[in-house]
């Protein structure tokens, strides 16, 4: 029997694509390992899109009403009355996803691997079996090293960087905060994340290199000695294309869709996820592309952005950050920030004329990459 679709990875994005699919489909959900979880990820995703997307508040860990901002001798604040941001534990984000789908009818089998496509099936192999398994349309869910995207032949431009995070035990004040941290001097790939569990434990990480974070430890007055966790694992910041070839289409990570200012891919993977739901009910794979249209152009404006932060030095960061902080910019900031859409703050602050003025001559690139 050939499946109506075969989702190949059990993911955040795949199994919440599992569950729109099942009711409609017949699914089968492949995953290579033997449980949930486990990825490194701060799992921290906007609290508006955890709304929308239906996500389950067993999963939540904390949530964060906002954000401080530090730069090597400064520091400001954003805050909201409710919650902006919602932190996750993967595992029982990724278990209860699963369990919805399979309760609306998805199959799942873990421990199996997909290996490749022979002759328009999916090539599998759970411990020594390897076998064949037939669906009419197959779905790329693999993450950012996906399988699926090397054999239909999608190509990446981007940079595929090294993040690391660990659970410290340590003193944090206000768990409803989350610490961003930017030192170009340590690491000018990316910036340093605090993200509170609670008063006594949070996630610290970075993109880019395991050794700035040990010297950012330092300078937080942190040690990994107090560390009851340690993940590695690697983003993608980029475009892939296609999405879609023939019968096979790539969602979430698979298709490199994250937010490159932050490496967030959780819910930008699901809002596609919902866009191919509806292509595949439609019965029409090609407009899964279309639809995702806004997130593209996030995306792309994502990565303007972020060759603008990785063009600035620290002088001229220290400069932002005394912009950033002045009360006309933090009252733009409160109004108009939302956690997975940046495009929408930078361009109410390039709008402010004061602003956009103070901004062009810190930086006149800006003209290059935002403009
Ligand atoms: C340090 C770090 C921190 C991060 N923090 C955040 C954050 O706070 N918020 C956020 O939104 N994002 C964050 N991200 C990014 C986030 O982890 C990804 O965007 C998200 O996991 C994408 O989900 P996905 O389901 O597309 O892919 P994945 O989570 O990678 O899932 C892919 C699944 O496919 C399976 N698989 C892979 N290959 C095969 C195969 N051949 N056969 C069968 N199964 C296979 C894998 O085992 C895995 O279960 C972070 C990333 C890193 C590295």
């Known amino acids: 029997m050939a499946y109506d679709v075969m989702i190949i990875g059990a993911g955040p994005v795949g199994s919440y694509l599992a569950t729109l699919l099942a009711r409609d489909f017949n699914v089968l959900v492949v995953e290579q390992k033997s449980s949930f979880g486990e990825k490194a990820c701060t799992g921290i995703i906007g609290a508006e899109s955890y709304e929308k997307l239906g996500l389950p508040k067993k999963a939540v860990l904390n949530a964060f009403r906002g954000a401080k901002f530090y730069s090597k001798i400064q520091s400001f604040k954003i805050e909201r009355k409710s919650p902006q941001a919602y932190m996750v534990d993967r595992r029982v984000l990724e278990r209860e996803l699963a369990r919805k789908a399979i309760l609306k009818g998805a199959e799942y089998s873990l421990s199996t691997k997909f290996l ?6 999916a090539l599998l192999q759970k411990h020594s079996d390897v076998f064949e398994v037939e669906a009419k349309v197959y779905i790329g869910a693999d993450g950012v090293h996906s399988r699926v995207a090397q054999a239909i032949g999608a190509k990446s431009k981007g940079e595929f960087l090294p993040g690391f995070e660990m659970e410290i035990i340590g003193n944090f004040d206000n768990p409803d905060f989350v610490e961003v941290w930017v030192d170009k001097e340590l690491n000018e790939d990316f910036f340093f994340w605090v993200a509170p569990i609670d008063e006594n434990l949070a996630r ?3 993109i880019g290199r395991l050794d700035s974070l040990y010297k950012f430890l330092k300078i937080r007055m942190l040690t990994d000695k107090s560390a009851i966790e340690f993940k590695a694992g690697s983003v993608g910041i980029g475009v892939r294309k296609p999405w879609v070839r023939r019968n096979v289409a790539l969602v979430g990570d698979a298709a490199l869709q994250l937010k490159p200012l932050t490496a967030g891919g ?17 019965g029409d794979l090609k407009r899964y592309e279309k ?17 603008l932060f990785k063009a600035l030095n620290q002088e001229q960061m220290e400069k932002i950050f005394e912009l950033l902080s002045t009360k006309e910019a933090r009252e733009v900031i409160e109004q108009t920030a939302d956690f997975d859409e940046h495009a929408k703050t930078i361009k109410a602050l390039l709008k402010h004329p004061r602003l956009l003025a103070k901004a062009l001559k ?5 003209i290059r990459y935002l403009l």
Do not use: Q, W
């Not at 930008?268 to 996820?273: L, P």
């Open 362 to 366: 810190i930086t006149p690139m800006l």
């Open 266 to 282: 959780i819910a930008y993977g699901m809002f596609c996820a919902h866009a191919l739901a509806y292509a595949l009910k439609e």
């Open 291 to 307: 639809i995702c249209s806004d997130i593209k152009r996030e995306i792309s404006f994502g990565l303007r952005a972020r060759k």
């Open 116 to 121: 490749e496509f022979k002759n328009g099936r």
């Open 204 to 206: 610290v990480g970075t």
